[in-house]
Structure formats: C-alpha cells, structure tokens
C-alpha cells in the first residue's frame, strides 16, 4: 500500500521560506511522476509542481514560477518543495501526489495524473 507522508509546513511571514517534503512508502513506481498540489479555504484543489520520474522535467504553476522549485530523490523516495519569497496568497493546505504509471506529456500539472495523495501540511504566510 503507497502511503505519502508530508511535512515542513508551518507559519511564515511574508517574504520567508519554507521547505516541504514528501516521503513515500511502498511506493515503486518510480516511472511515475509526482506533484505539489495545494488548497485554499473556499477554493478548488490546484496544482503548484510537478516532476517527471527522472527529475529532468518539471513544471510550475504560473503563481509560483521563479519562487518555488520541485525535487525528487527516487533513492530515498522522498519528493521537496522548496519554496521562497512567500506570500500570502501562498496559504493553503499542500498535497504530495504520485501516480502509478507514466504521466502524459505535458501533463505533470493535471490532477488526473496523480492517483496517490498525501494528508496534506498546513502553510500559512502572514503579512
């Protein structure tokens, strides 16, 4: 049974740091990709990275380009997102996704792709 587990989140001002991890167990299916997903009170699930099994490829949401960056160490199975220069609309509960097969190209941001999800860690940036 894949089970993911994050942590890192916690409470920051505006303009600090956080960095997430994702640690997965009984997870092999390191063709897989693997993704931060976050949700707001009041809004839909979005997508914030993703990574393809070769950590080579990743993508970002537009809202977080240039600010946060996605790691993934396949040895360890552990998944990172490493995040700067927060802000309060940063906010939200953060998902660590992975799928059990190869994700479609240019689809690391699509929900669809992911059919493991973590609980969740709370990020909380005040100004």
């Known amino acids: 049974q894949v089970q993911l587990m994050e942590s890192g989140g916690g409470s920051v001002q505006t303009g600090g740091s956080l960095r997430l991890s994702c640690a997965a167990t009984?997870?092999?299916?390191?063709?897989?990709?693997m993704g931060w997903f976050r949700q707001a009170p009041g809004k839909e699930r979005e997508a914030v990275a993703g990574i393809y099994s070769g950590g080579g490829s990743r993508a970002y949401a537009d809202s977080v380009k240039g600010r946060f960056t996605i790691s993934r160490d396949n040895a360890k199975n552990t998944l990172d997102l490493q995040m700067s220069r927060l802000k309060p609309e940063d906010t939200a509960m953060y998902y660590c996704a992975a799928s059990r097969r190869v994700c479609g190209f240019g689809a690391l941001l699509r929900g669809d792709q992911y059919s493991e999800w973590g609980q969740g860690t709370q990020v909380t940036v005040s100004s």
């Open positions: 009984g997870y092999t299916y390191m063709s897989g990709c």
